[in-house]
């Protein structure tokens, strides 16, 4: 009987030892490292830690996800403050900010003069995207440049179509905005045009643009019809 107490000493003591000598090699590797390894098929742009410990921020192009080390686990979501802040959502925010400075405007619908820049991704039958709109109207020192995306209401392409095809777009941008329906003698649509309609809705995508309306005011992303906060930005 002792003999094998003895035995199973000896065993129970080399597991131990192998389990923890694991441990410690796991722990030695590098969290981001251990990212890399464990999913080599996703692109890192940046790896660093959050206010949780042990739980690590990663981007991947415009998207945002969670890595914790101890156990492989990626986690899909958004951070909250207790304030209800969401630090994900503001991680993003940054992400597109940076982005929308490689945006060809160009392309885009331009409306206005004025010293503060606003580009913002909009859908011609969105009831908050109009709010916006018609708020935005009133504004003498703003430069706005258009895109659209109707990502609630595909059948609004027709109207982008119809504004991004007509000789003056702002007029026509200004009567689908106000709910108006497209004329019946409007010129037949290029293939050109369908295919600037189409790069937009691309773009939108490239941006992370989720809903209708979003804004980037000198830079910063404001989501939803939010006047109060564009306000305040072109305050600033």
């Given amino acids: 009987m002792k003999v094998i107490r003895r035995?199973?000493?000896?065993?129970?003591?080399?597991?131990?030892?192998?389990?923890?000598a694991a441990f410690a090699a796991t722990a030695a590797v590098k969290p981001e490292v251990a990212f890399k390894q464990a999913y080599p098929q996703v692109k890192v742009d940046s790896f660093e830690s959050t206010d949780i410990n042990g739980?690590?921020?990663?981007?991947?192009?415009?998207?945002?996800?969670?890595?914790?080390?101890?156990?492989?686990?990626?986690?899909?979501?958004?951070?909250f403050t207790k304030e209800g802040k969401s630090l994900t959502a503001e991680k993003?925010?940054?992400?597109?900010?940076?982005?929308?400075?490689?945006?060809?405007?160009?392309?885009?619908?331009?409306?206005?003069?004025?010293?503060?820049?606003?580009?913002?991704?909009?859908?011609?039958?969105?009831p908050y995207c109009?709010?916006?709109?018609?708020?935005?109207?009133?504004?003498?020192?703003?430069?706005?440049?258009?895109?659209?995306?109707?990502?609630?209401?595909p059948a609004a392409i027709a109207k982008i179509q119809y504004i991004l095809n007509a000789e003056n777009k702002v007029k026509a941008y200004d009567?689908?905005?106000?709910?108006?329906?497209?004329?019946?003698?409007a010129p037949a649509v290029s293939d050109k045009v369908?295919?600037?309609?189409?790069?937009?809705?691309?773009?939108?995508?490239?941006?992370?643009?989720?809903g209708t309306p979003t804004f980037f005011v000198n830079g910063q992303q404001v989501v939803g019809a939010d006047t109060k906060k564009i306000d305040q930005l072109l305050k600033n």
């Fill in 92 to 126: 993003k925010g940054q992400l597109a900010a940076k982005l929308v400075q490689s945006l060809p405007l160009d392309k885009a619908v331009k409306i206005g003069e004025g010293k503060n820049v606003i580009v913002e991704f909009t859908d011609p039958d969105c």
């Fill in 55 to 79: 739980l690590y921020q990663v981007v991947t192009g415009q998207n945002v996800l969670y890595y914790l080390p101890e156990k492989d686990y990626v986690v899909l979501g958004e951070i």
């Fill in 194 to 210: 369908k295919a600037l309609a189409q790069e937009h809705m691309e773009l939108a995508k490239k941006m992370g643009v989720q």
């Fill in 130 to 153: 109009r709010k916006a709109s018609e708020y935005l109207m009133k504004k003498t020192n703003v430069t706005r440049y258009v895109f659209f995306t109707p990502l609630a209401h």
């Fill in 7 to 20: 035995g199973l000493s000896v065993k129970l003591f080399l597991a131990l030892s192998l389990s923890s």
């Fill in 175 to 185: 009567e689908m905005m106000l709910g108006q329906e497209i004329p019946a003698n």
